[in-house]
């Protein structure tokens, strides 16, 4: 019976093993791999990546392609190892010729191979060192400096001196938090940073030592849980002090906890991405979903109108210019010392009854 | 002043539902003697249950519920016989133990993502001004959680001194052997802390998704502060346990007065290795000394 | 081209094969339930990424560097945890992993916190660059070779015996006159070292490292594969190691709906590790690992 079980283990093990069934050899079809976190704490952001790029996918004419192309996902856990793993079972096994991936941390993990595979990598991740001196890869995100300006704009603007920062640790916040400190300091605005972990949800004890203290704002530098957590206990408390962020309020469903606040963000996803998104999936997309359609579809651009070859491929993306993406009107900008960056401008939106608005 | 008296009550609120993940952990640890991490996964079936009912499919407050309660109640029970009782007969069980209820967690927290998604939920509770009291601001629902948390304890520890029942639970952690030699069904003894633990952790959920909010990955952490609450409480010992949660809880917030927001976890850990470096018995534990340290 | 995602594997495997050994010295061999064992790992990656990035010293100075590193706060770990036992120690070495995991990420000066550590370069040793991955996995297979010789030379020495005489029954083993506290600590030095040399090779491969690389999943997944190999011997753990890397890969070749494709590997992979828990609990090659006294005396 015990002996059983082994043999059924390593059974299914071998099994699994030689059913690379996926292997396919026709000349013409053209396979895009996708890595994200599909399970584990992050597994929210391969929703919403997948949701972008199937989308992206289904809406492709299949009847004006020259080659056909094919779409993969792969799960890495928000694990290193299995991104590596990943990214090798679709460019070894599946033939992949380009990879789309969601984050700073996949980002840089697949970048050096996919560099040196000659892949295209489309990574909707913040870091520069993801894009750092490599020729296929480039990031589609909206630069943390345009945000930081923005946003330090509008700090000014209302004159603001003192704002708390509430953010979670996580690398895209850590990025944009590091930067938006500095550039604040040298603008004479104090920014105070309060980290909180990910299973931390409990604000009350920063609120309480903030209660009679004299400050302007909040910036809410939090993911998606802490962000309504935290948006609850302000309130609760009986703060006056606007509650700003940069990006999330586009990261959650429901917005109405934070009505009447302004904040900073890419630019809205165009009405048509919207309306068609909608009628897919029953629910407004979010964060990285638009992200998503957008690389999905600059990869097939790049191969329709460059071919097979990688340099002819990034040769398409990198005279990018005035593409309507989901994300509005996208151009490519960079060096080949810097990296390429797809952009997208930084606007000012607020919450009005319920729903996200573009501001002046 | 006043923050003093916020960071109290702040750390009543989290102790609260800390206390409520030890009692459970410490009711079923008393008689099965291993440290199950599946318990993490009640809390969040119990959450999750309170939302489906509540939430989506529309059922009365009063109604979801216990209903979700129940269904923790029954999961625990479930795994325990199916996984659990199996493995206790091996000689080496603690190991495997171990690991077999952080598989079933795993498992668990796995089939809710692919239910229910993964992006956070929540009750959508109106949000309002909270009330003044003492110099601390707590909510409606904040003042239920504090209220709720000790009436049940109570409950249980009449319970557990009272009833026959209890009397007969308390006798059987004491001594398993000495337990069954007088009478007692031990296997009704598993089967009745194992369904009252579960339904702590399944109210535990509860509270917390209706205050804060619910995703998949929420039971770790709270399944790791139930254990750092049960074992600085007092292993084994119900409720030293349920102190254990308070004192915990009372700590982190206070803790954070001073240090950085960023540390509040380490906090609850350094605490925990205070003790066990110490008195490793807990703060209330009495003769179990010798199981834990020499 | 299927040869470079087997050598992937093969290279994540022997990573592993050099962790869960390092952990079965102190869990199997010694009956030390150290929960903690990732930070150790944490510590050597981490060492060696540093120096490698910022002061340009090569790997070998930097692994045997974090190694050291690792192996003394694995000595000082043990004089809080001398008293403690069994799952009481796992807590409290499972807190010490959490600590060791809140400071990576909030020394940000130090550690550049979540963001991580992009671009550490390969490693380079005696001139000899191991920049492919062919060489990676060969240079893989040696460390696991050696490191599985050094542990069985270890276990079946003098000291060895020491250690599963400390398991199997400390206060007899005192009372024979060993110094049993100088013997824990020195294992569980010895188990940090080696965790550290793994987690130096790891660090240098994927060139990136980042807190999430030392969370609590890590230590179950390795803590598992201690269990599923079978506690009483090295090759259980080797065995161990192998199958639980290769066990979620070929879930990845089952066509599930891209949507729930997370959820539904993770629940397989949990699921059969319940089933081989619930079929076979002493592990894949095991025997009762808290044995009787080998001399016949019967307790």
């Given amino acids: 019976m015990k002996h059983a079980a082994t043999i059924l283990v390593l059974a299914i093990l071998l099994v699994g093993c030689t059913a690379t069934g996926n292997n396919v050899n026709e000349q013409d079809v053209i396979t895009i791999g996708v890595i994200s976190s599909f399970s584990g704490e992050m597994a929210v952001q391969g929703e919403h990546l997948e949701q972008g790029v199937t989308l992206a996918y289904e809406q492709l004419d299949r009847t004006a392609l020259t080659h056909s192309y094919r779409l993969l996902f792969e799960d890495d856990a928000y694990k290193s190892d299995k991104t590596a793993a990943a990214y090798r079972k679709l460019h070894d096994i599946d033939g992949a010729s380009a990879i789309i991936g969601s984050d700073s941390r996949s980002g840089n993990i697949v970048a050096p191979i996919a560099e040196t595979d000659a892949i295209l990598f489309c990574s909707v991740a913040s870091d520069p060192a993801v894009v750092k001196g490599r020729k296929y890869v480039f990031k589609h995100w909206t630069t943390p400096e345009a945000e930081v300006a923005s946003y330090l704009a509008v700090v000014e603007q209302q004159g603001w001196d003192r704002v708390i920062v509430l953010e979670s640790v996580h690398p895209g916040v850590e990025a944009i938090s590091d930067m938006i400190e500095k550039a604040a300091r040298e603008r004479g605005i104090l920014l105070e940073r309060h980290r909180f972990q990910s299973g931390d949800t409990d604000f009350r004890g920063t609120l309480a030592k903030l209660k009679n203290q004299d400050f302007d704002a909040f910036a809410l530098f939090l993911m998606p849980n802490h962000l309504q957590t935290a948006g609850k206990q302000i309130l609760e408390f009986g703060f006056e002090q606007p509650r700003t962020t940069i990006e999330m309020y586009d990261f959650i469903d429901d917005v109405s906890l934070f009505e009447g606040e302004w904040y900073i963000a890419p630019a809205d996803p165009t009405g048509r991405f919207v309306a068609s998104f909608t009628e897919r999936y029953g629910e407004a997309p979010e964060s990285v979903a638009p992200n998503g359609y957008d690389c999905l579809n600059l990869l097939v651009k790049a191969f329709e109108e460059g071919g097979t070859d990688p340099d002819d491929a990034m040769t398409v993306i990198r005279q990018l210019k005035d593409y309507q993406g989901a994300v509005g009107t996208l151009h490519y900008s960079g060096s080949l010392i810097e990296g390429g960056s797809i952009e997208s401008p930084a606007l000012k939106k607020m919450i009005v009854n319920g729903k996200r608005v573009l501001v002046e | ?294 | 081209m299927i040869e470079t995602y087997l050598l992937h594997l093969f290279i994540i495997a022997c990573l592993y094969v050099i962790l869960t050994t390092s952990l079965n010295l102190a869990i199997g061999y010694t009956g030390l339930l150290n929960l903690g064992h990732i930070a150790f790992y944490a510590i050597g990656a981490y060492t060696s990424s540093l120096l490698a990035l910022n002061f340009g010293v090569p790997f070998w100075i930097g692994a045997l560097a974090g190694a050291t590193l690792a192996a003394i706060v694995g000595y000082l770990l043990s004089y809080p945890t001398i008293k403690l036992k069994g799952d009481y120690l796992a807590l409290g070495t499972l807190g010490f992993s959490i600590i060791v995991e809140s400071v990576l990420k909030n020394w940000v000066s130090l550690t550049r916190g979540p963001l991580g550590l992009p671009g550490i370069p390969k490693p380079s040793i005696f001139g000899f660059a191991i920049d492919t991955i062919p060489k990676y996995a060969l240079f893989g297979l040696i460390l696991a070779v050696l490191v599985y010789i050094v542990l069985e030379i270890v276990v079946r020495s003098p000291f060895g015996r020491v250690l599963q005489a400390i398991r199997d029954d400390e206060m007899a083993a005192k009372t024979l006159g060993k110094d049993t506290f100088n013997a824990k600590a020195k294992a569980l030095a010895l188990s940090a070292f080696i965790a550290a040399i793994g987690g130096s090779y790891y660090a240098h491969y994927v060139t990136f490292i980042d807190p999430t690389f030392f969370s609590i999943l890590e230590t179950i997944l390795i803590f598992s594969m201690v269990i599923v190999g079978g506690t009483a011997s090295m090759l259980g753990s080797v065995a161990g190691a192998v199958l639980l890397t290769l066990l979620p890969e070929p879930l990845r070749f089952l066509p599930f709906p891209s949507s729930i494709i997370g959820g539904m590997r993770q629940a397989l992979y949990a699921l059969l590790l319940v089933l081989v828990i619930r079929w076979r609990p002493q592990g894949l090659i095991g025997e009762n690992t808290f044995k009787k006294f080998k001399n016949g005396v019967k307790r």
């Fill in chain 2, 1 to 294: 002043m006043a923050v003093l008296s916020q960071l109290i009550a702040n750390g009543l609120i989290a102790g609260s539902i800390y206390a409520l993940m030890a009692a459970g952990f410490s009711m079923m640890f008393s008689i099965q003697r291993f440290m199950n991490i599946a318990h993490g996964a009640t809390y969040v079936v119990g959450a999750f249950s309170a939302y489906l009912f509540a939430k989506i499919i529309g059922w009365p407050f009063w109604i979801a519920f216990p209903i979700a309660i129940a269904v923790a109640t029954l999961l625990g029970i479930l795994i325990n016989h199916i996984v659990f009782e199996p493995l206790q007969k091996e000689k080496d069980k603690n190991l495997a133990l171990l690991l077999a209820s952080f598989g079933m967690f795993l498992l668990i927290e796995s089939i809710i993502l692919m239910i229910f998604g993964a992006d956070v939920k929540s009750f959508g509770l109106p949000v309002e001004r909270g009330m003044d009291i003492l110099g601390a601001i707590i909510t409606p629902l904040q003042l239920i959680i504090i209220i709720t948390a000790p009436v049940v304890f109570i409950g249980i520890w009449l319970f557990l001194k009272k009833t026959l029942v209890g009397k007969a639970l308390r006798a059987t952690s004491d001594n398993t052997v000495i337990a069954a030699t007088m009478g007692i069904n031990i296997r009704a003894m598993t089967f009745i802390s194992t369904g009252l633990g579960s339904a702590l952790a399944g109210l535990a959920g509860i509270l917390v998704a209706l205050e804060q909010n619910l995703e998949h990955s929420m039971g770790m952490s709270a399944i790791l502060k139930g254990l750092t609450a049960a074992i600085v409480g007092g292993i084994g010992n119900v409720p030293a346990a349920i102190l254990g949660g308070y004192l915990i809880g009372l700590a982190e917030n206070l803790g954070i007065w001073y240090l950085p927001s960023g540390y509040k976890d380490a906090i609850s850990f350094v605490i925990l290795i205070i003790f066990l470096l110490f008195r490793p018995q807990g703060f209330f534990g009495m003769k179990k000394r010798e199981e834990v340290a020499e």
